[in-house]
């Protein structure tokens, strides 16, 4: 294979440069690497971009001119398992192929999820700052505290990441539904023993909604005011896929009322949320800041699958977990 020069379009909120030794670590030996913040003056990005045969992306955000210019760019690799923020049109007029990660955040968010659902269940925050405040609840709360055996588990996209949620969640017992545009193979239907069923009956039957969809214009505020009246009040709701799933003064609402019963959240309508958010002042939400699908674990799977794609379109093949 001939030398590639991979340019790291990076966030330093995602990606520090401390990660260059991994990232380089992991290259192909006729690869070099060329490190670029995603704030860097417009000339900076151009430059690299027109050198740039492999772009690898944490998240990145490339501008029609830059893709139009990068006459030797042959693959746009995204290192997360998202793209809802980029204009997939500019990509199919550049002829630029853009993937993924195929899933190489699937376990840590899977896991992430299913903490969230287990401390909102046992309402892990309430007792976890009463003792830290030296107050000692003991068995006062217990009769909102509840287990994730028996319950039903609604899944919303069941692709890499809810189907490894449902794995986890049959181990616990939970018996699994879930909505879809596209049904699941029947083999993994019977593997997890999920139903398919409408996004009204999930509403309606689950104990506990997990949303894995990914955000699209078709399913923004899909959670909303209507589909929260929906839920049990018993219910709770975890979000770890893109925070613009929910409609997040309506969920604000049905938490105050009453009207479910907790949320896990990872993700926001706006982020970082700020420190004036209403929903801080709830003691039925568990929060996390964006943090689902990112863990050290990720990065030698996120590194392979971009390598393996950086080898098969330098010898004319087309990339994995093609998105455009």
Not at 59 to 83: D, H
Not at 87 to 106: E, K, S, Y
Not at 155 to 169: F, K, N, P, Q
Request: hydrophobic share 50%; aromatic share 4%.
């Amino acid at each position: 294979m001939a030398p590639v020069h991979v340019v790291f379009l990076y966030s330093a909120r995602f990606a520090p440069v401390e990660i260059h030794p991994v990232v380089a670590g992991a290259m192909p030996a006729n690869c070099t690497i060329e490190m670029v913040e995603q704030n860097a003056s417009p000339a900076r990005r151009l430059e690299a971009m027109r050198r740039a045969d492999v772009v690898l992306a944490y998240p990145g955000n490339p501008s029609p001119t830059e893709l139009r210019q990068a006459g030797r760019l042959k693959l746009f690799q995204l290192m997360s398992a998202g793209y809802d923020w980029l204009d997939l049109t500019m990509f199919r007029d550049a002829g630029i192929p853009l993937a993924n990660n195929g899933g190489a955040n699937a376990t840590t968010t899977a896991e992430h999820a299913l903490l969230l659902i287990l401390a909102a269940l046992k309402r892990l925050p309430l007792h976890h700052e009463a003792m830290r405040r030296g107050e000692w609840l003991g068995m006062r709360e217990t009769a909102s505290l509840r287990e994730l055996h028996g319950k039903v588990l609604g899944i919303i996209g069941l692709g890499r990441i809810g189907r490894h949620v449902a794995r986890l969640a049959v181990a616990f017992g939970a018996q699994v539904i879930y909505f879809s545009p596209a049904r699941a193979p029947i083999d993994v239907e019977q593997e997890l023993n999920a139903r398919l069923v409408t996004l009204e009956q999930l509403l309606r039957d689950a104990d506990v909604v997990s949303l894995h969809a990914s955000l699209s214009a078709h399913n923004r505020r899909m959670i909303d005011r209507q589909a929260l009246t929906l839920m049990k009040p018993s219910s709770i709701l975890i979000n770890v896929a893109r925070g613009a799933l929910v409609d997040e003064a309506a969920l604000i609402e049905a938490l105050r009322s009453g009207r479910i019963a907790a949320a896990g959240l990872d993700v926001f309508e706006h982020e970082p949320l700020t420190g004036d958010s209403p929903l801080l002042a709830l003691d039925n939400v568990v929060f996390t800041p964006h943090v689902a699908g990112v863990t050290v674990d990720t990065w030698g799977r996120r590194l392979a699958h971009a390598c393996q794609n950086i080898e098969r379109v330098m010898q004319g093949e087309p990339p994995l977990s093609r998105v455009v």
